[in-house]
């Protein structure tokens, strides 16, 4: 089953454009990771943030943690065509025996920044 | 540093035919995991591997898929025999250690139709 859920589906965008997109999840985490994926360059690790942080930076990429609520968001600022892909969250869960974390992703975010 | 490398990039084949599929992780990696994505849906675990030894095939369909990791290096995925619903892309990726706070690194992913 896929714990994280992102909203919305699919997002549009002009050039110059700020995006934001967001992740649900339902049980506990450690950490939750972004990740995108398109067609040139497969699916590539953006950012991580750890459940005792709030806010994350990355250059152009800011990600938020609310444990409380169980969400997270991904803001994407000064959006470039070069942005267009789908971006998945991921949050890791330890397998029955407690022993071992694996990540489970969501169905992700279409993101196309328009020229 | 090279990149996770997987093949074939691409495999077609007809129901029941069996398939197998190539995965050479980033050198120094201990951890190896395959994944299936079906199209429009984030990544699924199939196993993951610590060296040699699985720990974790909880979503692998063992009457049909089989996985090794000979010598902790390289591994294949087997599927045999092949349903319809085998259809998707099988990515494999590596990370340093297992673990909550290890970005895991994705090769290109091979894309198989069944048909």
């Known amino acids: 089953s896929q714990q994280g859920e992102e909203d919305p589906q699919a997002l549009s965008i002009q050039e110059g454009e700020n995006a934001t997109m967001n992740c649900s999840y339902k049980t506990s985490i450690n950490n939750l990771q972004w990740y995108r994926q398109n067609s040139g360059r497969g699916l590539v690790h953006l950012i991580l943030i750890r459940s005792n942080e709030r806010e994350k930076h990355s250059g152009r990429l800011r990600v938020t943690l609310d444990t409380s609520k169980k969400s997270s968001s991904l803001l994407i600022t000064a959006s470039r065509a070069a942005d267009t892909a789908s971006y998945f969250c991921a949050t890791d869960a330890t397998n029955s025996g407690g022993s071992n974390y694996k990540l489970t992703f969501g169905k992700g975010t279409l993101l196309t920044v328009n020229p | 540093e090279a990149g996770v490398a997987q093949s074939p990039r691409y495999k077609i084949i007809e129901k029941r035919q069996s398939v197998a599929f190539w995965c050479n992780p980033i050198?120094?990696?201990?951890?190896l995991y395959w994944y299936q994505q079906i199209l429009g849906q984030g990544p699924k675990l199939l196993i993951q591997f610590q060296n040699n030894g699985v720990v974790d095939d909880s979503q692998l369909p063992k009457d049909r898929f089989s996985a090794e990791r000979l010598k902790g290096v390289d591994s294949t995925l087997k599927i045999q025999p092949a349903k319809l619903e085998d259809s998707a892309v099988y990515l494999c990726?590596?990370?340093?250690?297992?673990?909550?706070?290890?970005?895991?690194?994705f090769g290109p992913g091979t894309r198989l139709t069944v048909t």
């Open positions: 050198s120094g990696h201990a951890t």
């Open positions: 990726a590596s990370s340093t250690q297992t673990g909550p706070a290890y970005e895991q690194y």
